[in-house]
């Protein structure tokens, strides 16, 4: 007989959690490359092989068209499909794909069989996208024992319900290709969801967008060179910009070289000019933010606490969007990235 974990089944990262044997407390199961969290990508190749995480990114980095990801945007779309190697998939196909790789994986790592998960979903998901999302976990191999809010996981992550006071909180979830904002009420006995808003089109890379359209106008702008319409150029220009990002969360200017043909140069890009030319999207979760708190008719201080879930909540300028709506500084104490994987393993 298996064990069972939580699977954060994410749109840019995924992650699996436990919980440990010997201390009675959750972890997450880390991959081959000694990470918390795994590229929610993959690549077909020509042999049937099906490379998944860091080695199908690196894989998406150098454009191969064979690579892909954020198909969790398409969970339930029945006219959603890809062709690679005269075979179509589905985004339920996909994930089950992605899903019975990180299975595998964790098996590896900690030398035990996984038979069954509870797996997490944007609160916003419908019936429909929660139907794909159990069929992917059983054409994976699992016995999904429940699907669970992505914003309830991250509040049994925080341990709120052990708490004994009493509190209205509101979670904030930006991943890398989602968003999600709850307003949940939580004593020592209950999670109770206040409301539930989101957008499945806003996540993290919208942000890496910013950046690889500014890459390439300040490319064409210094070198003369329109990179816009290669689509190898493009992939590679969004992984640089991905990273760029993650350096701007400690650092304020970034340089990051280009080679394209026989031309290399470089582009420099701050925090600053960052935050100028992504601010219409820290627009569009302030409106998403607002109408959730107006339908439940709850004001910014009648909220004693932010969580901050999902990889792109590093960025300074939502920590700031927060700080400075709420007054506070946001809820610490879980790893953004594992808060969600370590709350299913918690349910499951």
């Avoid at 979903?121 to 992505?150: C, M, Q, W």
């Avoid at 914003?151 to 319900?161: I, R």
């Avoid at 959730?292 to 700031?320: A, H, K, P, Y």
């Amino acid at each position: 007989m298996g064990i069972r974990v939580g699977i954060d089944l994410g749109t840019t990262f995924s992650a699996v959690a436990r919980i440990n044997p010997n201390t009675g407390k959750p972890e997450i199961i880390k991959n081959s490359f000694g990470s918390a969290i795994t590229p929610s990508v993959l690549c077909f190749e020509s042999n049937g092989n099906i490379l998944f995480g860091e080695d199908a990114k690196n894989m998406q980095a150098v454009g191969d068209t064979n690579a892909i990801a954020f198909f969790k945007r398409s969970m339930g779309k029945e006219l959603f499909s890809v062709e690679f190697y005269g075979k179509s998939y589905t985004a339920t196909e996909l994930s089950a794909i992605l899903l019975r790789k990180l299975k595998e994986e964790a098996e590896q790592q900690i030398g035990e069989k996984i038979d069954s998960a509870v797996i997490t979903v944007p609160a916003y998901f419908t019936h429909k996208e929660r139907s794909a999302t159990i069929e992917a976990g059983k054409k994976a191999g699992l016995d999904v024992i429940s699907i669970v809010n992505e914003p309830t996981a991250a509040a049994f992550a925080y341990g709120l319900n052990e708490k004994d006071t009493e509190q209205t909180v509101l979670i904030y979830d930006l991943g890398g290709g989602t968003f999600d904002v709850t307003l949940a009420y939580i004593n020592k006995d209950e999670i109770r969801i206040l409301g539930s808003d989101g957008d499945h089109e806003l996540g993290g890379k919208d942000w890496d967008d910013c950046i690889a359209r500014y890459l390439a106008s300040e490319f064409e702008e210094k070198y003369g060179v329109d990179v816009s319409d290669d689509p190898e150029m493009v992939s590679a220009l969004l992984v640089k910009a991905e990273n760029a990002k993650k350096q701007l969360t400690l650092k304020d200017v970034v340089d990051i070289p280009i080679a394209y043909g026989t031309v290399r140069g470089n582009v420099e890009i701050t925090e600053q000019i960052f935050e100028e030319i992504s601010q219409f999207l820290i627009g569009t979760t302030k409106d998403v933010t607002e109408r959730l708190m107006e339908s439940v008719q709850i004001g910014w201080r009648q909220i004693d606490g932010v969580i901050l879930v999902g990889g792109s909540t590093r960025m300074r300028m939502i920590r700031n969007y927060v700080k400075e709506m709420s007054g506070k500084e946001p809820l610490s104490g879980v790893n953004v990235d594992e808060a969600v994987a370590i709350g299913a393993a918690i349910r499951a």
